[in-house]
């Protein structure tokens, strides 16, 4: 069964940085684009980033671009999102999701992960 | 940026009848790009179509996609209780990847 899972969240100040995780498991990760989407209620789903199956390409939002590094680790099935400078407006659940391609929808979900900007 | 408007906003309906959700474009959409999503409470998004028209493993025939360009629509047939859901749909054509604001769909 395929499965993504997120960790890594919670509550962090204004200014801060915090490193999510997403371990995925029941397919070849290192076949897959992955990728950040991230949902709030003011901003319903909006994707954040991609990174391709070697980690040589990284794709991001205009608005989290400078801010966020995306990146991953084959070995362990793991990808990551650094996220420096956290404003207010980050506060959201954030998913990790599974791409084909760049060129491709997101198929799998994980349950998704709350980080919560607050001072 | 492409950005995507779907309409309605909210759509009420009994089990039993048929659904169809709008989603329009501001560019057009090659290729086909174009993806639709089932979102229930407290879970993540589902990946229903892709490429417009194709549904994706597991996806049961009584939902539809169809539409080219710049105006995309889900069909989703005998509404049963458990198809009622906020639904959204999505463009990978290209960067940024944009989401519409989804059409909730409620049960009258």
């Known amino acids: 069964e395929v499965q993504v899972v997120e960790s890594g969240g919670g509550l962090v100040q204004p200014g801060g940085s915090l490193r999510l995780s997403c371990a995925g498991s029941?397919?070849?990760?290192?076949?897959?684009?992955m990728a950040w989407v991230r949902q709030s209620p003011g901003k319903g789903l909006q994707w954040l980033a991609s990174i391709k199956q070697d980690g040589s390409e990284q794709l991001y939002e205009d608005s989290v671009a400078g801010r966020f590094t995306i990146s991953r680790d084959n070995a362990e099935n793991s990808m990551f999102l650094l996220m420096n400078n956290l404003k207010v407006e980050d506060t959201a659940v954030y998913f990790c999701?599974?791409?084909?391609?760049?060129?491709?929808?997101?198929?799998?979900w994980g349950q998704g992960i709350l980080v919560t900007v607050s001072s | 940026e492409i950005v995507l408007t779907q309409s309605p906003g909210t759509l009420s309906l009994s089990p039993g009848e048929r659904a169809t959700l709008s989603c329009r474009a501001s560019?057009?959409?090659?290729?086909?790009?174009l993806a639709w999503y089932q979102q229930k409470p407290g879970q993540p998004p589902r990946l229903l179509i892709y490429g417009a028209s194709s549904r994706a493993t597991g996806v049961p025939d009584k939902f539809s996609g169809s539409g080219f360009g710049t105006d995309f629509t889900l069909t989703i047939n005998s509404l049963e209780p458990e198809d009622f859901a906020v639904f959204y749909c999505?463009?990978?054509?290209?960067?940024?990847?944009?989401f519409g604001q989804g059409t909730r769909l409620e049960m009258k």
């Open positions: 029941g397919f070849r990760f290192s076949s897959y684009w």
């Open positions: 560019h057009s959409v090659s290729s086909h790009y």
């Open positions: 999701a599974r791409q084909l391609g760049s060129g491709w929808p997101f198929d799998s």
């Open positions: 999505q463009q990978y054509d290209r960067t940024p990847y944009t």
